[in-house]
Nanobody, 124 residues
């Protein structure tokens, strides 16, 4: 059973940094994918970053490339999203998600498990 717990959101000034964590308290088998999505008020939930766990392949949205870095700690089945040079447009509720399978990592509909969300607010 996959259970995701997020932490690390907060309020930061533009140009600052935050690190989000997503821990899976269950166990994983097969083609496990862990991803981050975000949703700003009045907008659709959008893809941010993801990792194919076994293959250690990372994916990023164009809007965060070069600023956000996803990393993993295998023994704790935890993923970290390091967010640097934050911008006001990064303000959103950030969700951790997980799924199995080989389909597109950017398709939010393919994710079966979701965390509760953690708020990130970037002031200008």
């Amino acid at each position: 059973q996959v259970q995701l717990v997020e932490s690390g959101g907060g309020l930061v000034q533009a140009g600052g940094s935050l690190r989000l964590s997503c821990a899976n308290s269950g166990r994983i088998v097969g083609s496990y994918v862990m991803g981050w999505f975000r949703q700003a008020p009045g907008k659709e939930r959008e893809f941010v970053a993801a990792v194919r766990w076994r293959e250690n392949i990372f994916y990023y949205a164009d809007s965060v490339k070069g600023r956000f870095t996803l990393s993993t700690e295998e023994t704790k089945i935890t993923a970290y999203l390091q967010m640097n040079n934050l911008k006001p447009e990064d303000t959103a509720l950030y969700y951790c998600a997980a799924r199995y399978g080989t389909g597109s990592v950017m398709d939010k509909k393919a994710y079966n498990y979701w965390g509760q969300g953690t708020q990130v607010t970037v002031s200008s």
